[in-house]
């Protein structure tokens, strides 16, 4: 299936290198450079090229807000640096780059539609950790690009996030309320 549009890496790095969160998508009907990134090494070593290549630009000279293009080691790798993290989206370097970079504006504006807030940072990811796990899901399958619309990602998102820490509060009580009148 040649026609369809794939990823081979969505990544969120820290301003010091460290993983954020990385999906590598290395299955079975994966392309072979795909494949290639099976590993943990080669991963590690792919993310340590990325953020080494990026790692001087300054964010406040640096236009920040719009994708830049890197060709290394044979993948075409688009990066975007917010606040203290660098979000990123690694493809074939034979893919298309607007394709990749699609992904990655589209990643970028569903977590900001879905978490409010337009300035993005490590504090926010880790605290809202399954809505970005969410909206990969729902933005790839296994590398293929199912969704380009922020507005669309964020919609299906959403409701999977409201009120859960509330409802898990209700739920949790009303089942220690419930032991404790059969119990006593």
């Known amino acids: 299936m040649d026609f369809l549009q794939r990823v081979q890496a969505v990544l969120i790095l820290d301003d010091s290198g460290k993983r954020l969160f990385a999906k590598y998508y290395c299955g079975e009907d994966t392309p ?82 879905v978490l409010g807030t337009q300035m993005i940072g490590s504090r926010e990811i880790l605290e809202e950790y399954q809505a970005l796990l969410l909206t990969v899901d729902e933005l790839l399958d296994e590398g293929i690009v199912l969704e380009t619309n922020s507005y669309s990602v964020a919609a299906e998102v959403s409701p999977y996030l409201a009120d859960t820490g509330s409802e898990m509060t209700r739920k949790a009580l009303s089942t220690v309320n419930k032991y404790l009148r059969e119990n006593l």
């Open 32 to 113: 072979p450079s795909s494949k290639a990134l099976a590993s943990l090494d080669k991963q590690r070593l792919l993310e340590q090229s990325i953020y080494a290549a990026f790692r001087g630009m300054s964010r406040a000279s640096n236009n920040w807000q719009d994708g830049n293009v890197l060709i290394l080691d044979g993948h075409s790798v688009i990066f975007q640096l917010s606040e203290d993290i660098a979000f990123i989206v690694v493809g074939d370097c034979r893919d298309n780059e607007l394709v990749l970079l699609t992904v990655l504006k589209t990643l970028v504006d569903s977590l900001r539609e």
